[in-house]
Structure formats: C-alpha cells, structure tokens
C-alpha cells in the first residue's frame, strides 16, 4: 500500500476487467478512490467488489456505454455531484468488433468502433475538463491507445485508426488544456492477455508473429500496464503531458 494517489479521485472506464480493473487496482492501492464503469452493471459491481475486499471502501461502480452521450453525462454528473471532483479520468474502454481486412468491414462495425474508442474518450474528456476548469481544479487525462495507432494494423485497420486519431486527440487537448494544468497523456499498450486480445493470444501462430518481434519474446499481462497509469495520474508526472508511451515489451523499437 502506497500514498502516491493519495487524496486523489479517478473515474476509469472498461474497469470491469482486464487493463482497466489492472489499473482500478492500482490506484486504489496507491489511495485513490476508483470509480469503475463498463456497460455491465452485475460485472462492473463485482469488479469494484473485488477492488474493496483489499482497499475497502476505495472503489464505485457505474455501469457507463462510452458509445452513448447521455450514460457519460450521467457518470459525469454523478461523479462530481455525489462523490466530489474528479482528479484523474482514464478513457480506457475499447472495443474491436471486426478481424479482418480493411476492405471488407462493415459501415456499422466501422462506426462502432470510432463511436466508443474515439467519441467515448473525446465526450467524457470533455466534460471532466470543462467541470476541472469551472472548478479551477488540476487534474489528469489518461487515454488507453494501442501500439496499432502508431503502426500499421493489420486485420484490424479501423480499431489502428480509432488508436491513432486517440493519440492525435492526446496531443491536441494536452495543447489546449495545458494552461489549465490539465495534463493528457496516452499508453499505448503491445499485446496484452485479455477478453479484447484473445483471438491474437490464444491462436499460438498469430501470437508468434507478435512475440518474434517483441523484445521480451512473450505478450504482457494487465498488471504490466497499470504501474505507468499510477505514474501520470500522480504529482510524479507534473510535468508530463501530450506522451504516448508504449508498453510493448519492445515491439515499437523494431
Ligand atoms: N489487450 C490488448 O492487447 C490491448 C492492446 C492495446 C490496447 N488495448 C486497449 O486496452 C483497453 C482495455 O482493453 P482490454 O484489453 O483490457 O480488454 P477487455 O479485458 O476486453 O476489457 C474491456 C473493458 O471495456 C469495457 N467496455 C467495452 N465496451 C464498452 C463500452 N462501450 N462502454 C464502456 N465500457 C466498455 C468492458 O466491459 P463491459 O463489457 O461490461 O462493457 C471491459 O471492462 C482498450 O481500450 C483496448 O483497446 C488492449
């Protein structure tokens, strides 16, 4: 148990599992209070059950689809209004709907997955920012990208694309809110081991082709990626804004 997030507040989206509740974990083990969300009420309520058993009391659940505006006005609203200002918000829903080429996805699959990966992170940073501003509050944006958005993605084109204009969203908020002392920071993860990865980890040649290429000859896990996201939530990274960092084991050197 650490204090680093001490006094600190964090919504953190697609928490009910895998990177995100990694990540719920450790802020809350560094003393931040964690409000967790995805679409499933049942899922979201047992992971900040999960969170509470060892850092009692730290963790909320709200169930939250990025992809519709009026369930993140909500979150918002209720953050703020019930539980107090918001310090630290981390985009880190995401969703890849379609494995294939480029040419053949569909216009729903397409506009689904910039709906939550781009226009679910882009309406909450919104408007976090807006109440940190009115407030006259600092605070931190963290972005959940993708390795994909700094390479080509093949099979999965659209989701790079969504992962890219993230980080291009990253830069240009953490421009416009710096002044604010609002920071706005992206990771971007390599191949991690979670539900959303599984058709890549769980296939041993397509996993292969990512680990022959990785430094560390292996993909990561959940937890590997949670300690940067304590990092720039903290005082630590006061300075630190418009990064994206990779978390790849080394693919991105290659
Ligand atoms: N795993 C990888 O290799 C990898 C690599 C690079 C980047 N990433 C990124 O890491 C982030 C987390 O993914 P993960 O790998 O941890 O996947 P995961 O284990 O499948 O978790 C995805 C989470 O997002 C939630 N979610 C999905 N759609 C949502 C929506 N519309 N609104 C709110 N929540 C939603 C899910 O819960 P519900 O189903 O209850 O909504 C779940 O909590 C994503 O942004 C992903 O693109 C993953």
């Known amino acids: 148990m650490g204090t680093r997030l001490e006094g600190k507040r964090a919504i953190i989206t697609g928490a009910s599992r895998g990177i995100g509740l990694a990540m719920a974990k450790a802020m809350a083990a560094e003393g931040a209070e ?114 994909l958005g700094m390479r080509a993605a093949p099979l999965q084109g659209v989701y790079g694309m969504t992962k890219a204009a993230l980080i291009s969203m990253t830069q240009t908020l953490a421009q416009e809110l710096g002044g604010a002392g609002i920071r706005v920071n992206a990771i971007a993860p ?29 993909i990561g896990q959940p937890e590997e990626i949670a300690g940067i996201a304590v990092f720039l939530a903290s005082n630590e990274a006061s300075f630190v804004t418009g990064q994206t960092i990779a978390v790849d084991g080394g693919f991105t050197i290659n």
Do not use: Y
């Open 34 to 147: 964690v409000i967790l969300c995805s679409r499933k009420v049942e899922a979201v309520e047992a992971a900040a059950a999960e969170v509470n058993a060892v850092h009692a009391g730290k963790a909320h659940a709200r169930a939250c689809h990025v992809g519709k505006a009026e369930d993140c006005k909500a979150l918002v609203d209720w953050a703020f209004a019930e539980r107090g200002p918001v310090d630290v918000l981390v985009n880190n829903a995401g969703t890849n709907p379609f494995f294939g080429p480029t040419l053949a996805i569909s216009e729903e699959a397409f506009d689904k997955t910039f709906e939550v990966n781009l226009k679910g992170a882009w309406r909450l940073s919104v408007a976090v920012a807006k109440r940190l501003i009115a407030e006259k509050r600092q605070g931190s944006i963290i972005n959940t990208a993708s390795i």
């Open 190 to 218: 390599g191949l991690v081991d979670t539900k959303l990865a599984a058709v890549f980890a769980k296939d041993k040649a397509l996993a292969r082709q990512v680990t022959d290429r990785t430094a560390m000859q292996r």
